[in-house]
């Protein structure tokens, strides 16, 4: 996704997969199959690179950056664990692999808290928690309901966009209403990303880009000047 990277995000995801590994220590030999290859799927790169951003936008520490978005990856890569427990009929008690994924799924949701506390991040476990359980809702609506396209991306992958934003606007102790308008900004630019590149659906990713730099220009009017590499991005999902 070369429209959302610099070369600095380059260096800095090669230190993002180097910590998303060792948190997952000791059982990364058994886990590493059940990451997507490369171009598989585009959500999955998509997050960590936007994370990266959005926690630099809003004035952290590279480190910090770093941390956050290698926690984001792992809550990201145990929902696709669950989801291959999913397609593969979960409840088949005689299947040792699904087993096997079953607990290891829940065993890296697990590891998250530990990341948050390592991360110096606690204030935000409030905030993660509620992530999740809305991530797992849209879970559901796929699988049980057969809910429209968008309105499971909307509940299953933008609210990793919209928490990796405003939990970077908390972290810099930014006033509760510029948090909400950072979040909205993720929320929407994450939906631009993953409607376009993702789910193949253009026109759909050009409306939420449209909410993206609206929100954008809230931030500015209050005072909050972001990169100037928005702008590039927001011009390169444009064209």
């Known amino acids: 996704m070369d429209i959302i990277l610099n070369d600095s995000n380059r260096v800095d995801l090669a ?3 180097r910590c998303f590994e060792q948190a997952l220590q000791p059982w990364w030999d058994e886990l590493r199959d059940y990451v997507p290859p490369v171009g598989e799927d585009i959500g999955f ?3 960590p690179i936007m994370v990266l951003n959005a926690y630099n936008w809003a004035g952290n520490t590279k480190r910090q950056a770093i941390q956050m978005t290698s926690l984001f990856r792992t809550i990201n890569f145990a929902n696709l664990v669950h989801l291959k427990v999913r397609d593969g009929e979960e409840g088949q008690k005689h299947d040792q692999v699904l087993q096997f994924t079953i607990l290891i799924g ?23 928690a509620a992530m999740i359980g809305t991530l797992n809702e849209g879970f559901v609506l796929q699988y049980s309901l057969e809910a429209e396209m968008e309105t499971y991306v909307s509940r299953s992958r933008a609210p990793l966009y919209t928490n990796a934003f405003s939990s970077a606007a908390r972290m810099q102790g930014w006033d509760s209403s510029l948090v909400s308008l950072y979040g909205d900004l993720g929320t929407n630019l994450g939906m631009a990303l993953e409607m376009k590149y993702a789910y193949h659906q253009p026109e759909r990713g050009c409306f939420y880009l449209q909410q993206a ?20 991005i927001f011009q390169a999902i444009n064209g």
Do not use: M, P, W
Not at 116 to 125: I, M, Q, V
Not at 213 to 231: K, M, T, V
């Open 106 to 128: 829940d065993y890296i949701f697990g590891r998250v808290l530990k990341l948050l506390l390592e991360t110096g991040a606690e204030r935000l476990l409030d905030q993660f």
């Open 213 to 232: 730099e609206a929100r954008y220009g809230q931030l500015h009017q209050n005072g909050i000047f972001l990169s100037d590499e928005l702008g590039r």
């Open 45 to 47: 790169e998509i997050l």
């Open 15 to 17: 230190e993002v997969y």
